[in-house]
Nanobody, 121 residues
């Protein structure tokens, strides 16, 4: 029943901004690290940014000064604010989270369905 649902993707011009949102739902005991990955056509999925339960962040080098990852633990949501977007940011962006379900004492990794971000004039 645990799932990640993403929203906020779309078409934006170079230099523009988008905010992606991902909400975890289902029978959840705890959520640990959450983050974002992206995959462009012909490329492998790659890390964009992650954030731990305590708020420690990690960014891929090309987005570090432009993107901001944050989380709202009350609403089980992770956000990605993307500013100064470039054409090379075009990709499908996937939400990712380490989650412990109520029925298990173990932690599992979950993926969202992906949301398309296209940066083009």
């Amino acid at each position: 029943q645990v799932q990640l649902v993403e929203s906020g993707g779309g078409l934006v011009q170079p230099g523009g901004s988008l905010r992606l949102s991902c909400k975890a739902s289902g029978s959840i005991r705890s959520i640990y690290t959450m983050g974002w990955y992206r995959q462009a056509p012909g490329n492998q999925r790659a890390l964009v940014a992650t954030i731990t339960k305590g708020g420690t962040t990690n960014y891929e080098g090309s987005v570090k000064d432009r993107f901001t990852v944050s989380r709202d633990n009350t609403n089980n949501t992770v956000l990605l604010q993307m500013n100064s977007l470039k054409p090379e940011d075009t990709a499908v962006y996937y939400c990712n989270a380490d989650i412990s379900p109520w029925i298990s004492g173990s932690t599992y990794n979950y993926w969202g369905q992906g949301t398309q971000v296209t940066v083009s004039s």
